[in-house]
């Protein structure tokens, strides 16, 4: 994602009331069709496509400053907004077991793997879960090509996920209560403190911009977990939409330990619209679009003048974003964002492997002709 803020550009006013009542219309058809509450959470998707877009927070982007500037500012408003949300977050979920849930998953190979993996290809095409639904919204020709391999990919990464689990993981670990919240919040001081100590010189501060964009984002999450009952997150929703078609086109997925599962099989036969990750993506890609659609005043982009192997590696690296997220129980939405501010110890294995493999996937974007010269 770029860096600059909304700015509708003159004459475009015209436009906004039509794009707001668009997205009335959207909440309310929802609402009908499937309830109050899926229109909600359609409402919150919305919000975190025009806050990720028109405030570019983002994930994939940030890390790659980090890495080939030293500007930690990006990072410093992830780790605010989870901050945010932990905090919050720790005493809903100790209060209200039945109803709450946290993104816990346990720590073992094919997670460390997958995050790792998933690294690699969010650099190659500029987006992580939320960062390609957010592009792809706004037009870019690139996480377009993306988007539907990375649906399929994580489809494919489900099928395959109890071989891959089966290779050996810890027990599920979470760190709870006073006593776990004081932990998250002072392992995220700790990364704070590392990356203001290796920033640039004069980048160390986070602009009124992103600050304002993690307010809004820890609101939007936990709008999310209170709604949903569990907390924000993309992959699943991706793979689903596939694992819809195939069985609508005669695919019998009852051999799949995965998608066979008594919650996942129920899903697969029910209304879309009835899935919470799925409001929450569609409404994503529609904020984006909205915020696009009002800076621009439309959607047009020019078709980057890239060359065949860049557009192979798009298509190879988003089947890879999605496989290895499943693989890695998450994105940087569902394992590393809600998993460390709900208390699950794989949010922080996640990052450190997400993160390893970002750095090499900024020094491979050259030489798959995805930017200047290798």
Known sequence: MATAAIDAPAGAG??????????????????????????????????????????????????????????PA????????????AVVAFPLLSSHAGE?????????????????VFGIAMQIVLGCGSGTLVNAGSGNPVSLVALPFFCIGSFFG???????TDLGSLPIIVLQGTGGLAVTLGLLALVAVVVLVIAAPGTRRIPTRLIV????????????????????GVVYGLGLWVAKAATSMGAD?????????????????????????????????GGAFLVAAWRRGGLSQPLPSLPARAWIATIIAGFLLGYSSRLAFGCNVGAFFSGISTGSLHGWAWFAAGFAGSALGVRLRPHLGLEGRA
């Open 74 to 85: 990006g990072i410093l408003a992830q780790l605010l907004a989870i901050a945010l949300v």
């Open 213 to 232: 964009a993690a307010v809004l984002m820890a609101a939007l999450a936990l709008g999310n977990l209170v709604v949903a009952g569990q907390p924000w």
């Open 14 to 71: 015209a436009k906004r009331g039509t794009l707001i009542l668009l997205a009335l219309v959207a909440v309310g058809a929802v609402s009908l069709l499937a309830g109050a509450r899926f229109g909600l959470l359609l409402a919150i998707g919305l919000g975190f496509g025009i806050v990720l877009e028109g405030l570019r927070f983002g994930f994939a982007g940030p890390w790659r400053a980090m890495l080939l500037r030293r500007d």
């Open 253 to 285: 997925l009852s051999g799949s330990a995965f998608w066979a599962a008594p919650g996942n099989a129920a899903r697969i036969g029910q209304s879309v619209l009835t899935d919470v990750t799925s409001l929450t993506n569609f409404g994503i890609i």
């Open 100 to 116: 709450l849930t946290g993104a816990q998953a346990p720590i073992g190979f094919a997670m460390v793997g997958g995050a790792f």
């Open 158 to 164: 489900a099928l395959n996920l109890v071989w891959w």
